[in-house]
């Protein structure tokens, strides 16, 4: 197997130490096969104990090991080194705090997440001895795909919208609400409604649509708050005809 | 708990500069500026419509200046980046599942462009005609 | 979090993208090219022509919603816009888009309906 020699500048900041973060570069010698965690993986174990990031199940089924690679938001056990050039750089997460190194704070994603209800509220309150919901594969189908999120958050670090304010929902968790408004066992869009059909939800959304080109699961987040707009505007002027439905 | 997060500044004027994912979504924001002043164009036709026929021909005389058609040159493509990338998001924000197949986005996008020329043609054939 | 009232705008904003996608480009073509370019003779947009245009309901309407549809299009869009560019007094922003608009709207339904 070939090597390559592979310079990766790696944005590094110590909380106890440093006032700001610096960039660090290690030369690492690349296998052909390798992924960008391959390569730190191996910084930790030969070059640089300190080094801190998030990783787990190396096959991006996680969501734990998002990275800015060459400004891109990526996964780094799916971003192979075969299609970067000699030099990588390597920075957190954009659009998240800091924590050290390549960890970010993640506490803000969490709380949205929360926050849009991200549990069924079934029409048929049902026990185990009434048996389960019907769901018909068309039914299923219509949500399926925003059931693959692995809350990695790349989507955040792509969403200028999000950027400029830290009060977005953001992309994952409005996927998500929508996720379950399409999920023909739910009535929870009422509930979900005061903060996804908020101005801090879908409608601080432009549509850039960067969200879902770097999404490593099409989860298509994109998509859903466009579907999510549509559905709170004829929510809302249907309001306005029939006052106390319940959408 | 962090004990002092760092937290990075960004750009609020140029950070769309950055990739090229971020140049075409401002482009196409900025095809608004274009279909907007066009507009303007049309309700000031229509005043001097009002006007009479002297007005009237001083506008379309006016809309022949080289510096008229460079502008409606500019704002035609502009408008037609608006029309294709309004045309190329429609399956997204509108998907069509018949039964438990998804229509696919092509067509629903063809669809689109074939009832844009055909409304094209129309209005160029009642112009002329 | 309350929910918001930009659904309002949102529909102009939508339902005009969708009509200045299909129209625009021809309309500007026929107004702004097409006699330059001598893809039409000069009757086509002779003054009595456009008169009769503007003088029966299908043209008014037509015509209307050439201005209407695109111009609340194009001020929330551009609102949008103004924010992206860096921006951040949306009231005052969107103070300006809307009344650019609401005055287009205002001067083209007086103009249409004194034909």
């Known amino acids: 197997m070939n090597e390559r020699q592979i310079d990766l500048e790696i944005l590094r900041y110590d909380p106890e130490t440093d006032e700001q973060p610096s960039f660090q570069t290690y030369r690492v010698p690349c296998?052909?096969?390798?992924?960008?965690?391959?390569?730190?993986?191996?910084?930790?174990?030969?070059?640089?104990?300190?080094?801190?990031?998030?990783?787990?199940?190396?096959?991006?089924?996680?969501?734990?090991?998002?990275?800015?690679?060459?400004?891109?938001?990526?996964?780094?056990?799916?971003?192979?080194?075969?299609?970067?050039?000699?030099?990588?750089?390597?920075?957190?997460?954009?659009?998240?705090?800091?924590?050290?190194?390549?960890?970010?704070?993640?506490d803000d994603f969490m709380g949205k997440l929360q926050s849009v209800t991200p549990y069924l509220v079934a029409r048929d309150e049902k026990s185990i001895d009434d048996g389960e919901h019907h769901q018909t594969p068309a039914q299923l189908k219509k949500f399926k795909p925003y059931t693959l999120c692995i809350n990695c958050t790349l989507c955040y670090a792509a969403c200028p919208q999000y950027a400029h304010d830290e009060n977005f929902v953001g992309p994952a968790a409005l996927a998500l609400a929508h996720r379950y408004n399409l999920d023909s066992r739910d009535v929870g869009r009422a509930a979900r409604a005061d903060v996804v059909a908020s101005n801090a939800g879908i409608w601080e959304c432009s549509f850039v649509g960067a969200c879902s080109e770097v999404c490593p699961h099409e989860v298509d987040p994109a998509a859903a708050i466009q579907q999510a707009k549509i559905a709170a505007t004829m929510d809302y002027f249907?309001?306005?005809?029939?006052?106390?439905r319940e959408p | 708990m962090s004990p002092r997060p760092y937290i990075r500044a960004s750009s609020t004027t140029g950070w769309w500069l950055a990739q090229p994912?971020?140049?075409?979504?401002?482009?196409?924001?900025?095809?608004?500026?274009?279909?907007?002043?066009?507009?303007?164009?049309?309700?000031?036709?229509?005043?001097?419509?009002?006007?009479?026929?002297?007005?009237?021909?001083?506008?379309?005389?006016?809309l022949?200046?080289?510096?008229?058609?460079?502008?409606?040159?500019?704002?035609?493509?502009?408008?037609?980046?608006?029309?294709?990338?309004?045309?190329?998001?429609?399956?997204?924000?509108?998907?069509?599942?018949?039964?438990?197949?998804?229509?696919?986005?092509?067509?629903?996008?063809?669809?689109?462009y074939a009832g844009w020329a055909m409304v094209s043609a129309l209005l160029l054939f009642l112009v002329g005609a | 979090m309350a929910r918001s009232h930009k659904p309002i705008v949102w529909s102009l904003f939508a339902a005009g993208g969708t009509f200045s996608a299909f129209v625009t480009p021809a309309m500007i073509l026929v107004t702004g090219l097409a006699l330059t370019l001598g893809l039409l003779p000069a009757e086509a947009l002779a003054h009595?022509?456009?008169?009769?245009?503007?003088?029966?309901?299908?043209?008014?309407?037509?015509?209307?919603?050439?201005?209407?549809?695109?111009?609340?299009?194009?001020?929330?869009?551009?609102?949008?816009?103004?924010?992206?560019?860096?921006?951040?007094?949306?009231?005052?922003?969107?103070?300006?888009?809307?009344?650019?608009?609401?005055?287009?709207?205002?001067?083209?339904?007086?103009a249409l309906l004194r034909f």
């Open chain 1, 31 to 106: 296998q052909e096969d390798w992924v960008v965690l391959d390569a730190v993986n191996y910084i930790k174990d030969e070059l640089d104990r300190t080094l801190s990031y998030r990783w787990s199940c190396h096959m991006a089924v996680c969501g734990s090991c998002g990275v800015m690679i060459n400004g891109e938001p990526m996964l780094s056990c799916k971003a192979f080194v075969r299609d970067l050039p000699d030099s990588i750089r390597i920075e957190p997460l954009a659009n998240f705090p800091i924590e050290r190194d390549l960890v970010v704070v993640m």
């Open chain 1, 238 to 244: 249907l309001g306005w005809l029939r006052p106390g």
């Open chain 2, 21 to 62: 994912r971020y140049v075409r979504y401002m482009a196409r924001e900025v095809s608004c500026v274009f279909i907007g002043a066009y507009t303007a164009v049309v309700v000031v036709g229509l005043l001097r419509l009002a006007e009479g026929a002297a007005a009237w021909v001083d506008f379309v005389n006016a």
């Open chain 2, 64 to 112: 022949q200046t080289p510096a008229s058609v460079a502008f409606h040159a500019l704002a035609l493509g502009f408008a037609l980046y608006h029309t294709a990338t309004w045309f190329n998001v429609t399956p997204k924000a509108m998907p069509m599942q018949l039964g438990e197949v998804q229509v696919p986005g092509g067509v629903i996008i063809g669809a689109h």
């Open chain 3, 48 to 110: 009595e022509r456009m008169l009769a245009v503007v003088q029966n309901p299908i043209g008014k309407g037509f015509v209307f919603l050439t201005v209407f549809l695109p111009a609340w299009h194009a001020a929330h869009r551009l609102r949008i816009t103004a924010h992206d560019f860096g921006i951040r007094a949306d009231g005052a922003v969107a103070s300006v888009c809307y009344g650019l608009a609401m005055l287009a709207t205002v001067t083209t339904a007086v």
